[in-house]
């Protein structure tokens, strides 16, 4: 009998094993974040304006905000996310809460020095695709609005949305 739970045993082991042997480079993490960009020049944003920022998040179903700050160090935002360039903020759907697990944002609050911007109705939608244990994203929609302005984005990278300053 103990054999047979040895064989038991092995067979799922041995089919994950076949299933997930090599190596599956997706990169996905890219492919999810809201971008957003700060437009710098004559009218328009000043360094001093964006040194530190103050983003408020509220997660849904909770009442109170939580704030993190992002310092701006040789033109990018600390903590830096790892998708985004230059004077670029990214923001995910969702992000750990107090106990770590992932939770969705209801909304963000962009504060710079001069004005700030909310951005609401984050909606997330990908395709996947592939063979086996290697499905990566193939398909991107982006829905979200900034200051009650809807914006889509139907590409797989997150394009940078522009933040010019208010007047």
């Given at each position: 009998m ?8 092995v067979?799922p082991?041995?089919?994950?094993s ?8 997706c ?11 700060f ?19 509220k ?16 033109n ?20 750990p ?9 209801e ?26 244990c ?34």
């Amino acid at each position: 009998m103990s054999g047979l739970k040895t064989l038991i045993l092995v067979f799922p082991l041995l089919f994950l094993s076949a299933c997930c042997s090599d190596s599956c480079e997706c990169d996905d993490n890219c492919k999810k974040p809201y971008v957003f960009e700060f437009s710098l020049g004559a009218g328009q944003y000043q360094i001093s304006d964006l040194d530190t920022l103050v983003v408020r998040y509220k997660f849904e179903g909770v009442r109170a905000e939580d704030t993190s700050l992002y310092f701006l160090v040789n033109n990018r935002f600390q903590p830096a996310h790892p998708c985004v360039g230059t004077l670029q903020i990214g923001l995910d759907k969702s992000i750990p809460n107090n106990t770590g697990a992932l939770a969705r944002v209801e909304y963000y609050k962009i504060h710079t020095a001069v004005d700030s911007f909310r951005v609401d109705g984050m909606d997330l939608t990908v395709t996947k695709s592939g063979e086996k244990c290697c499905r990566c994203v193939t398909t991107v929609e982006r829905k979200f609005q900034i200051d009650s302005v809807p914006q889509v984005q139907n590409t797989l990278l997150p394009i940078a949305v522009p933040l010019s300053r208010k007047q």
